[in-house]
């Protein structure tokens, strides 16, 4: 049974390049999160959406940040442009409904140079 | 809105020893509660959770969390940690918000 898939795991760019990072949700759940993790700043809820409506944006750090879930099954999350304070682990969670627990990916490991 | 902390953010043990990090949140209302943890270079995994019922709840490996409404606090406990606990530990409570803690590392000496 596949847990929530991220991809890719690791992602080296310049700054100013467009990120795309991708998650895809346990199958059957209707709520998807995403996350940042920085050693400075912990665990950063940045956006969720229910049956891939974004409820929540309020954690993403700026305009630069969007969200899509265009369908039950994917979501992406694109920077564009990056910048170095992007680098970070960004993590994909899923769940069936939002306040049950969640699943989490592997996660995408960012570096911005 | 709400807020969780954890008191602790470095907990350093020797095997064998015994285990409770805190857990407060600020929310009066029902809450759902969650402890996740952390291995080196992995993601979160759910360790245990309360909704409703006993508020002694066991998890995996081990671990148990006493949900004290009076206090809004939902402790982690273990009675003998071993040097594969070392990892990293959050907590969360989700309603209509939702909000990690800060986490707790916790470090386990052989």
């Known amino acids: 049974d596949a847990g929530v898939i991220q991809s890719p795991r690791h992602e080296v760019t310049e700054m100013g390049q467009e990120v795309t990072l991708r998650c895809k949700p346990i199958?059957?759940?209707?709520?998807l999160f995403w996350y940042r993790q920085t050693m400075m700043r912990g665990l950063e809820l940045l956006i969720y959406?229910?049956?891939?409506?974004?409820?929540?944006d309020s954690g993403m750090p700026e305009d630069r940040f969007s969200a899509k879930m265009p369908n039950a099954s994917f979501s992406t999350l694109k920077i564009q442009p990056s910048e170095p304070r992007d680098s970070a682990v960004y993590f994909c969670?899923?769940?069936?409904?939002?306040?049950?627990?969640?699943?989490f990916g592997p996660g995408t490991r960012l570096t911005v140079l | 809105a709400q807020s969780v902390s954890q008191h602790n953010h470095h907990v350093i043990l020797s095997e064998a020893a015994s285990l409770e990090l805190g857990c407060n949140y600020s929310?009066?209302?029902?809450?759902?509660l969650f402890w996740y943890v952390q291995y080196p270079g992995q993601h979160l995994q759910l360790l245990l959770k309360?909704?409703?019922?006993?508020?002694l709840v066991k998890g995996i490996k081990g671990f148990e969390a006493e949900f004290i409404k009076s206090k809004f606090s939902f402790n982690l406990r273990k009675p003998s940690v071993q040097w594969s606990d070392t990892a990293e530990y959050f907590c969360?409570?989700?309603?209509?918000?939702?909000?990690f803690g800060a986490g707790t590392r916790l470090t386990v000496k052989p």
């Open positions: 969670a899923s769940s069936f409904g939002h306040v049950r627990e969640q699943f």
């Open positions: 199958s059957g759940h209707n709520s």
């Open positions: 959406f229910n049956n891939n409506v974004p409820i929540d």
């Open positions: 929310y009066g209302g029902t809450v759902n």
């Open positions: 309360y909704f409703s019922g006993d508020p």
């Open positions: 969360a409570v989700i309603n209509n918000d939702m909000r």
